[in-house]
């Protein structure tokens, strides 16, 4: 299913901090979609399942030591490996429902202490997301929620970090969620504001690349 073949399907992200919400929306979206007869597909970053995402499971789940550079530009090379299936993709009509992407590269990095420009600069050309869904959460509210697992990253105070770095990575593509709303109000919201995207990238919204 999926409307006329010659139109485009959307490319959309979900970003926010861990336990913000952003998985469990990402499938109600996925069932949302399919439900309407659209053709859809749920991605995440990092792809776990190539060897460079082997590579970053590892150094995540504390099993490996990388320079941080190094592994900013492992989590870039999982994207660039899926580019072009990306870009097939959506040129056949299926909306992506992508579970991070670009931002967290730069954020999570940048959090370290990488400088922004940096960070970004190995994003360049990367398939730009029609629309950024922004599930926001204080640091506190979310590490409230429980279920840190044991991976690096998931501590509070590198999280307030990694918070303060999303922000400056807003632009129009965005739009912030309030994600300390009831689960049900979050999904309305996010199931109005996709389908207006998935409408506009039918009617022919050309695809474009980061940063612009
Ligand atoms: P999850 O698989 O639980 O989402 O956690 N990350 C992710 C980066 O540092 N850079 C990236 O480019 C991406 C996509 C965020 C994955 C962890 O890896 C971080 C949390």
Redesign the pocket.
Known sequence: SGGKSESRGALIVLEGL?RSG??SQSSKLLTYLEGLGHSAELW???D?STNVGQM?SMY?SNKSQLDDHT??LL??A??WEKRSLMETKLKTGTTLIV????Y??????SAKGLALEWCKAPEIGLLSPDLVLYLDIQPEKAAERGGY?G????QLEFQKKVAKCYQVLHDASWKIIDACQPIEDIEKQLQEIVLDCVMTCQKGKPLSNLWS
């Open positions: 861990d952003k998985t995440r970053f990092p776990r970053i995540l592994i900013h989590f870039s999982n994207r579970d991070r992407y670009s967290s590269g730069v954020a999570f990095s697992g991976e690096r990253y998931e």
